[in-house]
Nanobody, 117 residues
């Protein structure tokens, strides 16, 4: 079993930045072999992929955040990060981290990001 905890959310003004963290813990898992995906869900909307990094470091982003958000990972710390710059009110959502092996996906509880105008 893997536990996933997100942190770093909060209230920020439009144009500002936040860095989210996603920490994984547990037994019998290899963080460095797992894909890390950040999702977000705004009220009344579906959960959307924000950023993904696979083992080896390849990343992908949707156009809505490309150039503003950067996902990274520190396998030695079993932690991934989402650096979010040039935030706008449309980025307001609960941000979730998913840690995925070939067979399972483990979710965190989410962290709220609110961007004020």
């Amino acid at each position: 079993q893997v536990q996933v905890v997100e942190s770093g959310g909060g209230l920020v003004q439009a144009g500002g930045s936040l860095r989210l963290s996603c920490s994984a813990s547990g037994s019998h898992f290899s963080f460095n072999a797992m894909a890390i995906t950040w999702y977000r869900q705004a009220p009344g909307k579906q959960r959307d992929l924000v950023a993904r990094v696979i083992s080896g470091g390849e990343t992908n982003y949707p156009d809505s955040v490309k150039g503003r958000f950067t996902i990274s990972r520190d396998d030695a710390k079993n932690t991934a990060y989402l650096q979010m710059n040039s935030l706008n009110v449309e980025d307001t959502a609960v941000y979730y981290c998913a840690v995925s092996s070939q067979f399972y996906t483990y979710w965190g509880q989410g962290t709220q990001v609110t961007v004020s105008s």
